[in-house]
């Protein structure tokens, strides 16, 4: 059972121009959320998080939306950079039961051509 | 470099073989986190340490692996009489207690495991 989904194997976006990643879960008990990058052969890098207390967090180039009743969230890099060309992770926590275990989504893999 | 670091980085190892990975997480961090993942798939959660105390594992972690942090520091992951579907890349990961604001779980580069 994949309660963390990442619909969009891959996304190819113009450099200089808005990506945006998908991610949707199933489980109503997750209540903070995290992106992650990762690059071949290295471990995921972490970009941003976000409370399900919130709707919207912001971090530079990146914000991350949470939609709590369709249970949906995503990810905006603005403006796309070709160095942003990785694989990106969303992650869910239930923090109340299960402060370690992060569950991930399959991932998306980002292209920015320049 | 104060991140967490993982060795070895890469495995070549004979079906049946024992490994052993080590972690040495960031300093500070009193939580240790080990996750798996193969190509194609998101990490998947494996265990995790509170200090010394090993306070979840996932029913992934047959009884082949053994996972160890005896000084609350450090933390070893060992994989018994190795399988071909051993072969994955194991990451290491860490935290403050996730209870506190603003933290977040900080992961190594990983251990790529090959089985032959």
């Known amino acids: 059972d994949q309660q963390v989904k990442q619909n969009s194997p891959s996304l190819s976006v113009q450099e200089g121009r808005i990506s945006i990643l998908n991610c949707d879960y199933t489980n109503s008990m997750f209540d903070y959320f995290l992106w992650y990058k990762k690059y071949p052969a290295e471990g995921p890098t972490f970009l941003i998080s976000i409370s399900s207390i919130k709707d919207k967090n912001e971090d530079g180039r990146f914000t991350v939306f949470l939609n709590k009743s369709a249970k949906h969230l995503s990810l905006h890099i603005v403006p796309s950079q070709p160095g942003d060309s990785a694989v990106y992770f969303c992650a869910a926590i239930e923090r109340l039961t299960s402060y370690g275990k992060l569950t991930f989504g399959q991932g998306t893999i980002l292209t920015v051509h320049p | 470099d104060t991140g967490v670091s993982q060795d070895p980085r890469h495995k070549i190892t004979k079906r049946g073989q024992n490994v052993t990975f080590r972690c040495d997480p960031i300093?500070?961090?009193?939580?240790l986190y080990w996750y798996r993942q193969t190509l194609g798939q998101g990490p998947e959660f494996l265990t995790y340490f509170q200090n010394e105390a090993q306070l979840e594992k996932s029913r992934l972690l047959s009884d082949r692996f053994s996972a160890e942090r005896p000084k609350g520091s450090f933390s070893t992951l060992e994989i018994q009489r190795t399988e071909q579907g051993d072969s994955a890349m194991y990451l290491c990961a860490s935290s403050l207690s996730y209870n506190q604001a603003g933290n977040t779980i900080y992961f190594g580069e990983g251990s790529w495991l090959t089985v032959v």
């Open positions: 300093s500070e961090h009193n939580r």
